[in-house]
């Protein structure tokens, strides 16, 4: 038996143009002479649809692209296709309306429908909002020379292994129910998204499970960006050993075939595969993760052009060079818009940028801006000491003229603050904020610098300017202004900040694992009162585990 993995980019809400990268892929499926083909988690509809699951005009448009899906599949082809169906049971026992689920598409037909039974609710998940749990697992059969069982999974389902994990999340265990089924092989369908170092502990999950329960396992995952997240793909197969046998890219689209023999998995073309193992992250799995998730916003929000502000500082540097990747360096305009307090080489050092990359730059000045500004607010702010409302300001007009920019030319802003910054509100609301899409948000400040100094490694030439690499960062908005006059060294900074945020320490643990207790104090303090901000920024790419979108909830408001 032939099994073929459609590791696809769906967009959320394009059912017609998702069942097309599913009529592809089972295109080539059947020409491969396989029997099953795999795509991943609500492959028709795309994930997250969110609140779109709400509409009951979307609801039946799934229903109709389904069926309308199954007739243009080439038979006797199998084809595994994610999707939603309606609990029926709803009204009366006070359910879910719908089950996250898996169509069994056959012989231009419907045949078989598989619910999700572990719902997660965690970080970015909120499916409890739009599903009921299946009760039970289930198993669709091929018939070769012999009846083989292929148990069906749908992500989560495979994330409850008690023996891997010393506890138990849910009360279900899918893998255990089907293993003592007698399936032959698992499979499991999955919109799982991306962050740092997760692939490794994927694999090393499922290929515990496999060993464990004595089952091959294949994991096929959706790939692309869907606004703030980002589907890395790197789907992979296990034998009932705990084998890896095969992997699919990451960061992008692939189709792979896979033969199954007697419990034994085989890579159809092992040349097309480069398996070797995974080391922890790394600068180019970042780069990759974050030009993938720019790439994929600009397109599916149907944007053709980016535009940023361009310092000369760290940020923005990489967040051009990102942009640059992503949608191509002509595509991409770079504005300089240097004050008073601008030195020469940041001027120099972001033209040199742009020309290291092959963009465009336009240079506004917004000296004359600014004095029109302290005009405007002379009799108000009279008798008061010049400070932190007069520094943003120069932040608001550059976010202003970005604005402008963008909505004149229809171009995607995007914003270039760090995690770093955005954790301590060292950013400007209405200013440096401005944007729909903020790129490094999730990557800390000493990130910054090591993926910068990794490009330039790999590109074998300066294409970050080394004086952008080696300066002070500063804000520039007063003379002889750098970032530690109010921060923390950075090293220092983001360490505090990984315990506090990814880690959940309180201040006593952080000062225990050797920091100062003031220093400590006054960044927690630092981070609760920036929550304001952050719930007005645009969505920010998360490639960490805890990142400030969809899944930070924190109150504004509260006493801690």
């Given at each position: 038996m032939k099994i073929a993995i459609a590791q696809i980019n769906p967009t959320i809400g394009d059912i017609t143009g998702?069942?097309?990268?599913?009529?592809?892929?089972?295109?080539?499926?059947?020409?491969?002479?396989?029997?099953i083909l795999l795509t991943p988690e609500l492959s028709l509809c795309g994930y997250p649809p969110r609140d779109l699951l709400m509409h009951d005009y979307f609801v039946e448009a799934m229903n109709a692209g389904l069926q309308a899906l199954a007739v243009k599949l080439p038979p006797p082809l199998a084809v595994l296709v994610g999707t939603v169906a309606e609990n029926t049971e709803a009204p009366i026992d006070g359910g879910k309306p719908l089950f996250n689920s898996i169509a069994?598409?056959?012989?231009?037909?419907?045949?078989?429908?598989?619910?999700?039974?572990?719902?997660?609710?965690?970080?970015?998940?909120?499916?409890?909002?739009?599903?009921?749990?299946?009760?039970?697992?289930?198993?669709?059969?091929?018939?070769?020379?012999?009846?083989?069982?292929i148990g069906v999974t749908i992500c989560e389902d495979l994330w409850n292994d008690e023996d891997f994990w010393g506890k138990r999340s849910y009360k279900e265990n899918p893998i255990a129910d089907l293993s003592n089924m007698g399936v032959d092989v698992v499979v499991n369908l999955s919109?799982?998204?991306?962050?740092?170092?997760?692939?490794?502990?994927?694999?090393?999950?499922?290929?515990?499970?496999?060993?464990?329960?004595?089952?091959?396992?294949?994991?096929?995952?959706?790939?692309?960006?869907?606004?703030?997240?980002?589907?890395?793909?790197?789907?992979?197969?296990?034998?009932?050993?705990?084998e890896l046998l095969g992997r699919a890219k990451a960061f992008a689209s692939d189709f792979m075939v896979i033969s199954f023999n007697e419990q034994i998995l085989e890579l159809e073309a092992p040349e097309e595969v480069e398996l070797i193992p995974l080391a922890a992250c790394s600068e180019a799995e970042i780069w990759s993760a974050l030009v993938l998730g720019v790439r994929d916003y600009a397109r599916k929000c149907g944007f053709q052009k980016?535009?940023?502000?361009?310092?000369?500082?760290?940020?923005?540097?990489?967040?051009?060079a990102i942009a640059s990747e992503a949608v191509g360096p002509e595509n991409v305009l770079g504005v300089l818009m240097p004050s008073p307090y601008s030195s020469d080489h940041s001027v120099k050092d972001a033209l040199l940028l742009a020309e290291n990359l092959g963009m465009t730059a336009e240079t506004i000045p917004i000296g004359d801006l600014m004095a029109s500004y302290d005009r405007t607010l002379e009799k108000m702010f009279a008798g008061t000491a010049s400070g932190v409302a007069e520094e943003n300001i120069q932040s608001r007009i550059r976010g202003n003229l970005l604005m402008a920019i963008a909505n004149k030319f229809g171009h995607l802003l995007v914003s270039t603050g760090n995690k770093s910054e955005m954790a301590v509100g060292y950013c400007t609301l209405y200013g440096d904020m401005n944007g729909g899409l903020a790129v490094i948000s999730d990557l800390p400040k000493t990130s910054v610098y090591s993926v910068c100094r990794w490009l330039n490694a790999k590109s074998q030439k300066e294409v970050i300017p080394e004086n952008i690499l080696t300066k002070p960062p500063?804000?520039?908005?007063?003379?002889?202004?750098?970032?530690?006059?109010?921060?923390?060294?950075?090293?220092?900074?983001?360490?505090?900040?990984?315990?506090?945020?990814?880690?959940?320490?309180?201040?006593?643990?952080?000062?225990?694992?050797?920091?100062?207790?003031s220093t400590v104090n006054r960044i927690r303090k630092m981070v609760k009162r920036a929550e304001f901000k952050r719930r007005q920024a645009p969505p920010g790419l998360k490639i960490t585990q805890r990142a400030f979108g969809t899944g930070w909830r924190m109150p504004i408001a509260s006493y801690l």
């Open positions: 998702n069942s097309q990268l599913i009529i592809d892929a089972a295109k080539r499926a059947a020409d491969a002479h396989c029997q069994l598409l056959r012989n231009s037909k419907v045949e078989q429908m598989f619910y999700k039974r572990l719902l997660p609710t965690y970080d970015v998940f909120d499916e409890n909002r739009y599903f009921e749990s299946a009760l039970a697992s289930k198993y669709l059969t091929i018939e070769l020379e012999k009846e083989i069982k919109a799982s998204p991306y962050s740092i170092n997760k692939q490794q502990l994927r694999e090393a999950m499922l290929q515990h499970s496999a060993k464990h329960y004595s089952r091959p396992i294949i994991y096929v995952n959706q790939v692309g960006g869907n606004d703030d997240i980002i589907f890395d793909g790197s789907s992979f197969a296990s034998n009932g050993k705990g980016i535009v940023l502000g361009l310092s000369g500082g760290i940020d923005s540097s990489l967040v051009a500063s804000a520039e908005l007063k003379p002889g202004q750098v970032d530690q006059d109010s921060l923390p060294p950075y090293d220092i900074l983001d360490d505090i900040l990984h315990r506090l945020i990814e880690n959940h320490e309180s201040e006593y643990q952080i000062v225990v694992a050797g920091h100062d207790r």
